[in-house]
């Protein structure tokens, strides 16, 4: 009679069916508990460059309070390191491009007088650091400098003469006057504040052969004449007397060689 009840018979399939599930997710919770865990290997050139883009390379305490985030251990970084050095036989030189950027501005006199150092020990170019960390020795082969306006192509106001030159004697030392830095053998001269229709000048100085390696941890010297040896060297007259303007934004692109030691 309770067996052709339509309700009974419906509470009884439904039983049926949660007892099938349950049963069903026993037999995966215990497959999933016997199955055995695949071990993740880490990679450590992938490890190197998290680290690098992360700013974690070293291993130091959190800050108390501070948001939880992934530390790399620096035995892994140091691993890491050894492996990609091992990449570059010694004796072998490789050629890297680095990046910096700086802009003219005038002195407490209204005056355009300064240099821009090839040197990494002076001048922050962006990919030093991990060029450094991976080679033991460095030489400059040449630098380009492209200049540009800063007050864009409808001002008309500021007209001046600069002379601008490469000095391969010189690392961070800023030139006495114009007429020194027009005495240079490569002196440009560059007229006005505003450059023909704000197109950019550009200038290269390619180092002379006689400049020998130098270790990365000094990465340019005059005596021996080693290295990234050189700087942009910028003279200009008196500015309507104006100081801290920046009347020029430049861009150094290097070219160098690296290699390791034998």
């Known amino acids: 009679m309770w067996a052709s009840d339509p309700y009974i018979v419906s509470l009884t399939s439904s039983m049926s069916k949660k007892r099938v599930k349950k049963f069903s997710d026993a037999k995966t919770s215990i497959a999933k508990l016997s199955a055995p865990k695949a071990r993740v290997k880490v990679d450590p050139i992938e490890t190197l460059v998290l680290g690098l883009k992360n700013h974690e390379v070293m291993c130091v305490s ?34 890297f491009r680095m990046t910096a950027t700086f802009a003219l501005t005038t ?35 040449k630098v380009h400098c492209t200049m540009v ?66 270790d990365v941890a000094t990465p340019a010297t005059v005596s021996p004449y080693a290295g990234l040896v050189g700087a942009w ?4 007259q008196i500015i309507a007397g104006t100081p801290s303007i920046t009347y020029f934004y ?5 070219l160098a060689a690296f290699r390791m030691r034998a």
């Open 62 to 95: 959190e800050v108390k309070g501070s948001a939880p985030r992934m530390r790399i251990p620096e035995e892994k970084v140091l691993e890491a390191r050894t492996l990609l050095r091992s990449f570059f036989p010694a004796g072998k030189t490789y050629r």
């Open 107 to 141: 002195n407490g006199g209204g005056v355009i007088l300064g240099f821009q150092s090839f040197s990494p020990a002076v001048s922050s170019y962006n990919e030093w650091t991990a060029l450094s960390a991976l080679f033991d020795e460095v030489r400059g082969i």
């Open 149 to 214: 306006s800063s007050f864009g192509g409808t001002s008309t106001a500021i007209v001046l003469p600069i002379c601008f030159a490469p000095d391969y004697s010189n690392i961070n030392t800023t030139p006495a006057s114009a007429a020194i830095v027009n005495r240079l053998a490569e002196s440009d001269i560059v007229v006005g504040g505003l450059l023909t229709n704000n197109k950019p000048r550009c200038k290269t100085a390619i180092l002379p052969s006689d400049v020998a390696f130098c």
């Open 233 to 236: 060297v910028f003279a200009g």
């Open 250 to 254: 430049c861009f150094m692109d290097t």
